[in-house]
Nanobody, 120 residues
Framework: QVQLVESGGGLVQAGGSLRLSCAAS????????MGWYRQAPGKQRELVAT???????NYGDSVKGRFTISRDNAKKTVYLQMNSLKPEDTAVYYC??????????????WGQGTQVTVSS
């Protein structure tokens, strides 16, 4: 069993910053990719950013240049530094982690989601 615990969401004014964290724990042999997705009311879930085990990153077009994803492999934690926040960044942010299980299977896990609200 694997658990993902997210933290760091909240309410911030436009132009402000927030840092999200997602820590994985449980029966983990290794972690492949880690990432963040978000879902605004009435919209589909969309990619925010991903990072591979080798540190390669990929960002959604709407957050490039403002958000930075990073990971601490020893802590099994992924971070999302969000700067220059805009009201349109308001959404529930979900952590996604691809875990290599003790049985050598790759399994996707999702966090419970953390609300980010940006006021204008």
């Amino acid at each position: 069993q694997v658990q993902l615990v997210e933290s760091g969401g909240g309410l911030v004014q436009a132009g402000g910053s927030l840092r999200l964290s997602c820590a994985a724990s449980g029966s983990i042999l290794g972690i492949s990719s880690m990432g963040w997705y978000r879902q605004a009311p009435g919209k589909q879930r969309e990619l925010v950013a991903t990072i591979t085990s080798g540190g390669n990153t990929n960002y959604g077009d709407s957050v490039k240049g403002r958000f930075t994803i990073s990971r601490d492999n020893a802590k099994k934690t992924v971070y999302l530094q969000m700067n220059s926040l805009k009201p349109e960044d308001t959404a529930v942010y979900y952590c996604n982690v691809e875990v290599v299980s003790l049985a050598l299977r790759k399994i996707d896990y999702w966090g419970q989601g953390t609300q980010v609200t940006v006021s204008s």
